[in-house]
């Protein structure tokens, strides 16, 4: 779970050469992240979209309105990506 972790952010950012930027949590650095409802090392990774959930989204170090984004993304496109907007939206209503 580490070497996913470490793939998905600071070494992802490396690859984009984007790590003086982003990829982990440091001063100066954007601060992008989720807050997840466990941690991921300790769920049995055949579980965790079962068991973990997004409890916030932080863009900036500015928390997200999902429901309003999603919404918003709605109105753009309606067409597209219609069960993802319903699932989001559905999914913040259950927690």
Same mark, same amino acid.
């Given at each position: 779970?580490?070497? +996913? =972790?470490?793939? %998905?952010?600071? !070494?992802? +950012? #490396?690859? =984009?050469?984007? *790590? !003086?930027?982003? @990829? /982990? =949590?440091? %001063? @100066?650095? #954007? ?5 997840l409802s466990?941690? =991921?090392?300790? %769920? !049995?990774?055949?579980? $965790?979209?079962?068991?973990v959930k %997004? ?8 928390? $997200? ?8 993304? !709605?109105? $753009?496109?309606? /067409?597209?990506?219609? *069960?993802l907007v319903?699932?989001?939206? /559905?999914?913040?209503? /259950?927690?």
């Open positions: 779970m580490d070497q +996913a =972790l470490k793939a %998905v952010t600071i !070494n992802g +950012a #490396y690859q =984009l050469k984007r *790590d !003086n930027e982003v @990829g /982990s =949590l440091e %001063v @100066g650095k #954007y601060a992008d992240f989720v807050e466990a941690d =991921l090392t300790k %769920v !049995n990774p055949l579980e $965790i979209t079962d068991k %997004v409890q916030g989204t932080w863009v900036g170090g500015k928390k $997200i309105d999902l429901k309003k984004f999603m919404e918003e993304a !709605n109105a $753009i496109d309606p /067409s597209q990506h219609q *069960d319903k699932s989001s939206i /559905s999914g913040l209503h /259950s927690h």
